[in-house]
């Protein structure tokens, strides 16, 4: 197999290729070796992978042959897993978390790990998107001066590169539709719980979620229903576009990014003799999808500090147990790993431990609950089935000492109440890719995925293979 035509196929036609016997599983991973190879090379090197597997275990399912790509907050037991930090570097994990159990018992190659925003953007104030002490900076596809968004920079960096046709990230606000968006791929945050985040270090309990990135929704597909299929969610079985209505936001979401503004427009104009958009959806509701972000950080602080010493137990690195040891183990290695930016959350998640539990239930009731029931106002009075809006405007330029320069984004509502949500790739803004977000209640997946294809469809969309 040819490289050139490796980064061009499919997961859905790479794992028929094996199937049909049109090539082997050694001929797929020597493919994906050398498209890896092309990962580190030049002067701003895109630096997507942290590893590579050199001896693939390869084995027989619906996925069989298929490269599958992890972040690298996600435990593999025959790659090293570090979070992005060189605490771990040494400190290989004892065993497959369930995502990779899952795909693996079902033919997929565990092929390598992603470089990520070290430990999913949630360490320090003023971080930089994409960079890891362990893997360095990753860099866009599209413009390498530019960022790959986070905190699964690497799994949509490598899709969109064609170095793998699907991936695997983690979410627990925009980790997955951020770098979708400004990678120019599809990416999948599944409803809250789908599937299990066992063996991922963690965040937030309440807001992790495995995500999915890809060139193609037939992808996500693929993967996706190795865990759940349409008869799993009631009445997700079948989708009739002429009976879907998508509704549209008024407030909070739009004017951050005025070019992105009108690339969205542009979109929804092509798809309106389709798809009944109802403008405004909001206001019908008098309802604002607006996130608390002193709640969320701190609702991010206290739970990955007690969910913490869980994950380090089963790391089984010596000396640390706790969130206090992390971060005298960032100290002591400084110059790695503070010398860009801080651990000002991990220090400050320390007095938010404190916080009694009456007090932290209150809180996440108000910031989860509360969002789950203004998403469901909304919809549900507008008459709208999904509602969407723009992910984000066009990648910034990385910059090592302010930090990203982010001016504003559209997937907080979804990714707070753990409801599924889709990037879109819509169109390029100065050769830069956009992206719209669709998200809709918990459960929807199915629909939200057939939704998904028909937009696809009408728009005539088609994302290929950005290989230099």
């Known amino acids: 197999m040819k490289q050139s035509e490796y980064r061009k196929l499919s997961a859905v036609e790479l794992t028929t290729g094996v199937r049909d016997g049109l090539f082997s599983n050694k001929e797929v991973f020597e493919a994906f070796r050398l498209a890896a190879e092309a990962d580190k090379s030049g002067d701003l090197p895109l630096n997507s992978l942290i590893s590579v597997n050199d001896s693939p275990q390869f084995s027989d399912g619906p996925l069989a042959g298929l490269p599958m790509l992890y972040k690298?907050?996600?435990?593999?037991?025959e790659l090293p897993t570090t979070v992005g930090s060189i605490v771990f570097e040494n400190a290989p994990a004892a065993e497959d978390a369930d995502v990779v159990r899952v795909l693996r018992g079902f033919g997929a190659v565990t092929a390598a790990k992603a470089n990520l925003s070290e430990w999913a953007n949630?360490?320090?104030h003023s971080s930089i998107s994409g960079w890891s002490a362990a893997g360095g900076q990753c860099r866009n596809p599209h413009d390498r001066l530019r960022s790959p968004g986070g905190s699964s920079a690497g799994s949509a960096v490598a899709v969109a590169a064609g170095i793998v046709p699907v991936s695997i990230g983690s979410?627990?606000?925009g980790s997955v539709i951020c770098p979708a968006s400004v990678s120019g791929v599809f990416g999948f945050k599944p409803s809250h719980g789908v599937i299990s985040t066992k063996g991922m270090a963690p965040i937030s309990p309440s807001q992790d979620t495995v995500g999915i990135f890809a060139r193609s929704v037939q992808d996500i597909e693929l993967i996706f229903s190795q865990f759940s299929t349409p008869e799993n969610f009631s009445g997700s079985a079948f989708f009739d576009l002429g009976s879907t209505s998508v509704g549209l936001l008024a407030t909070g979401y739009s004017g951050y990014s005025v070019k992105g503004d009108a690339l969205l427009s542009k979109f929804i104009d092509r798809l309106s003799s389709s798809i009944n958009f109802i403008d405004g959806a909001d206001r019908k509701a008098e309802t604002v999808l607006d996130v608390n972000g002193e709640d969320e950080v701190n609702l991010l602080r206290y739970e990955m500090y007690h969910a913490l010493p869980v994950y380090l137990k089963s790391r089984r690195v010596s000396g640390l147990a706790s969130m206090e040891d992390l971060i005298e183990a960032n100290r002591s290695n400084?110059?790695?790993?503070?010398?860009?930016?801080?651990?000002e959350h991990l220090e400050e998640s320390v007095a938010v431990s404190?916080?009694?539990n009456d007090e932290f239930e209150a809180l996440r009731e108000r910031h989860i609950g509360g969002m789950r029931r203004k998403i469901d106002s909304v919809l549900e009075k507008?008459?709208?089935n999904f509602i969407?809006?723009?992910?984000?405007?066009?990648?910034w330029l990385i910059d090592d000492v302010n930090g990203d320069v982010i001016s504003g984004s559209g997937y907080s509502p979804a990714a707070v109440a753990g409801y599924p949500s889709l990037n879109i790739p819509i169109g390029k803004v100065a050769g830069l890719p956009v992206g719209a977000v669709i998200y809709g209640p918990m459960g929807s997946d199915w629909k939200l995925l057939g939704l998904a294809k028909a937009i696809v469809d009408v728009a005539?969309?088609?994302?290929e293979a950005r290989a230099e």
Do not use: H, Y
């Open 122 to 124: 949630f360490r320090g």
């Open 171 to 173: 979410e627990t606000d």
């Open 460 to 463: 005539g969309l088609r994302v």
């Open 354 to 356: 404190k916080m009694s």
């Open 334 to 343: 400084a110059e790695a790993e503070l010398s860009l930016f801080g651990q």
């Open 382 to 384: 507008s008459g709208a």
């Open 72 to 77: 690298d907050s996600i435990n593999t037991s």
């Open 388 to 395: 969407l809006t723009l992910s984000m405007g066009p990648s």
